[in-house]
């Protein structure tokens, strides 16, 4: 299974989203969003829902515990 930065990255560039509108979004610098892609960092558990809310994904997707993007 992928790990969440690498899902993370995944689902940027599936759907075209522009770095910086999500960095804004999620309010934190693009600088940060680059480290969550990266792996250095990870965003906290509100990080996280806005996250799984603005791709519609399952938290369990997005950090990489299921193959399944569903919500349920």
Request: charged share 35%; no cysteine.
């Amino acid at each position: 299974m992928a790990s969440f930065s690498e899902r993370l990255s995944e689902l940027i560039a599936a759907r075209g989203v522009q770095k910086k509108e999500l960095a804004k979004y999620l309010g934190i610098s693009y600088r940060n969003l680059r480290h969550y892609e990266t792996g250095e960092r990870k965003p906290d558990f509100d990080g996280l829902l806005k996250l799984a809310e603005f791709f519609d994904v399952s938290l369990d997707y997005l950090v990489g515990l299921s193959d399944n993007p569903e919500r349920k």
